[in-house]
């Protein structure tokens, strides 16, 4: 019942549980894309990572795991998984990674609720990457490999976008409930070509060379909430990002040469 009250501060001394686990996409002419999925049950944000394989622990891919758990800004967070190997492994490797006091949880077998968070969560990650990846496939009038900087790039940013303007019953984003506030960025679709201001840099600079530069949007530091842009000179942070006309957003050989993570 509404009525009953609940005891004071109950909701505050609960410990935050996020959710892992494996998730995978491809169709039969294109090899299956392995990924990772993680979701905060109490925020909702939600994140993917573009893994090699199913079972191999790579390190880098665990230290961005961490750093995304650390940016939810809890004291303490239980990661809960499966007792699947392949998982736990991530999950031993992330609680000596992580700044934030980690818990690890393995729920039993068949244990419907921590199931049906995950699943939830790899539902709308997997609608959204599949989402955006035909569009900007249709857009390049080609099919994006699973090996294609821009596959990666959209794995990464679609759990930032969720997190970041996907409105929940209570009418707040995931970000609202993490940060207390809307996002103040500028709402842009992956793989759009932008005018971009680099963060300023250190040593001299050419007064006469342009300030803005052009590159493909490739999504938003969920740390800093910078803009992340890239061409073939490399990625780039950006505070400030200026879309194109509909005539000039979509450059199919810029996006062909962008470089990956």
Partial sequence: SPHIM???GSEDTRVPTAVMDYFFQGGDNNP???MIGIKDSKS???????????????????????????????KSV????????????VQEELRRECVTEMVPENSPKGESKSNGLIENAVKSLEGMIRTIKDHIETKMQEKLDKDSPMFAWIVESVG???????????????Y????GKKPSNTIVPIGEKVLYLPLKQTGKMNKLAPKFKYG???????????????NEHGTFRARTVRRLSDDMKWDVEMMKNIVGM
């Fill in 216 to 230: 493909i949007y490739v999504g938003v530091n969920p740390r800093t909430s910078e803009a992340l842009v890239s």
């Fill in 176 to 179: 609202q409930r993490l940060k």
């Fill in 32 to 34: 299956t894309a392995t």
């Fill in 44 to 74: 909702k944000a939600m994140h993917a990572f573009l893994v090699e394989k199913k079972g191999v622990v790579d390190f880098k891919i665990v230290k961005k795991i961490a750093q995304w758990i650390d940016t939810l800004g809890y």
């Fill in 78 to 89: 239980v990661i809960k998984s499966d007792q699947e190997h392949s998982i736990v492994n």
């Fill in 160 to 174: 930032t976008m969720i997190t970041r303007y996907r409105t929940g019953a209570d009418g707040k984003t995931p």
């Fill in 6 to 8: 609940k005891p004071e």
